[in-house]
């Protein structure tokens, strides 16, 4: 019997401690992860990347985190400061069958503005820097191509290419922030470029 309310004082507990705790993320939306797979995109704020990818069809989920530095497990908080390395990415959670990787780059690319080097709109520090982070070979030489029709076009492109590393979600406050809040994107906006 003492087993018994140990074990539900303590199931309790947990879901007091995970359910109101300011720093916890989101969990992940209920999706068939069978048929997904993940890209990660840095193209300044999380928040108007996130928005804007949330809309595309075939994009089961996006959430904002943290990609690209040295220090494990990283607060917003630290990697403002710019100590970790790390740069504000999101995870773009798609169906493969219903939208393409080449798709989403080019979403990526109409989305922010690619030619700013040192941040994105008003935010200018390095986490705010515009980085496709490649799960593969293929995915790093369709990026590549993109790139080189933007050049082509004229577009002096400041996106670096990484391979991809540890993802951290960022806290809960941060994710799905437009949504929530209502608000809109200061520094993201959709403009065709590509035919």
Known sequence: MNKYILTI?????AFITTSFSKDTVV???NIDYSNTKKAHFAGGCFWGVEHLFEKQKGVKD???GFMGGHVQ???YRAVIKGDTGHVETVEVVY???EISYESLAKLFFEIHDSTQKNGQGPDIESQYLSVVFYENEEEKRTSEKLIEI???KGYAVATTLKPSSPFYAAEKFHQDYYERTGKTPYCHVYKKIFD
């Open 9 to 13: 004082a303590l199931g309790v507990l």
């Open 27 to 29: 969990p992940t939306k």
């Open 62 to 64: 996006v959430v904002s």
């Open 73 to 75: 497990n990283p607060s």
């Open 95 to 97: 169906d493969s069958s």
């Open 150 to 152: 933007l050049k082509a």
